[in-house]
Each structure stands twice: as structure tokens, then as C-alpha cells.
């Protein structure tokens, strides 16, 4: 083989060479934004469920605000219909 020859194969291997590695590099970055991409989800998904946590614990709380309220209420009604009816039986004897 001639130098010329030995020097174009020599040319042909590099360009081989360097097309394999602009291909890897090109699939590692393509990972590399794929896992940034889902970094990203993670991060939207976890301030989702952080947020939708707070919500729940906040309508927790006012459920049982409600319940309490709706108790007292409750005894009250019952404490006026005893008296409405302790005044009605005084008034029929």
C-alpha cells in the first residue's frame, strides 16, 4: 500500500471515527435533555401534589370548622324546641 493510500484510509478511519463520536455525543445529549425534561415533570408534579396537599388540609380544617358549627347549631335547635315546647304545655294546662 502506498503512503498515498495508507494516508486515505488513515483519512476515511478518522472521518469514521469522528462521525461515531458525533453520533454518541448527539444521543448523550438527547438523554441529557430527556432527563432535565423529566427532572423538570418531577419538580412540576411534586409542587402539584405539595400544593394539592396544603388545599386538602385546608378543606380538612374547614370541614370540621363546619361539623362543630353544624353540632352547635344543632343543640341549639333542640335546646329552643324544648323550650318553645315547655312553653306551649304551660300555655295548654
Sequence with gaps: MSDQAA???ASRRLTLALDAL????ER???AERSELKLADELHAASAD????AADL????????RL?????DIA???EAAIA????VLDKQAS
Design 67 to 71: 361539623e362543630s358549627a353544624n353540632r
Design 7 to 9: 494516508i486515505e484510509a
Design 75 to 77: 343543640r341549639r335547635l
Design 83 to 86: 323550650n318553645v315546647s315547655s
Design 49 to 52: 401534589r405539595s400544593r394539592l
Design 28 to 30: 448523550r445529549l438527547d
Design 22 to 25: 458525533e453520533a454518541a455525543l
Design 57 to 64: 388540609d385546608a378543606q380538612t380544617a374547614r370541614a370540621r
